[in-house]
């Protein structure tokens, strides 16, 4: 389980599924807890703070994140077979 923190800095908890590292980045891909609450997945960059630590970051650019759902998607359904 990985805990964040929403913008209304309320905690939200997330199933950890997979590290992808995709072009020149690494993403974590996290899935719902609670299916009712069921939203699809979310796809965060992986980053370095100051202190080489690993920071979550939303991706902004829509052309990346469909790139990277694209790639998770494929990886995803190869599991399937």
């Not at 590290?19 to 980045?25: F, K, M, R, S």
């Not at 299916?35 to 690993?54: A, S, T």
């Not at 829509?62 to 694209?70: G, H, K, N, T, Y």
Request: charged share 40%; net charge negative.
């Amino acid at each position: 389980m990985i805990e964040l923190v929403d913008e209304n800095d309320d905690i939200v908890q997330f199933e950890y599924i997979m590290t992808l590292e995709y072009g020149a980045h690494d993403y974590i891909v996290l899935g719902p807890v609670d299916e009712e609450d069921d939203d699809g997945i979310v796809i965060l960059r992986i980053e370095q703070d100051e202190n080489d630590e690993d920071i979550y970051v939303t991706i902004d650019d829509d052309d990346e994140l469909d790139s990277v759902f694209e790639a998770i998607s494929e990886i995803m359904e190869s599991d399937l077979e």
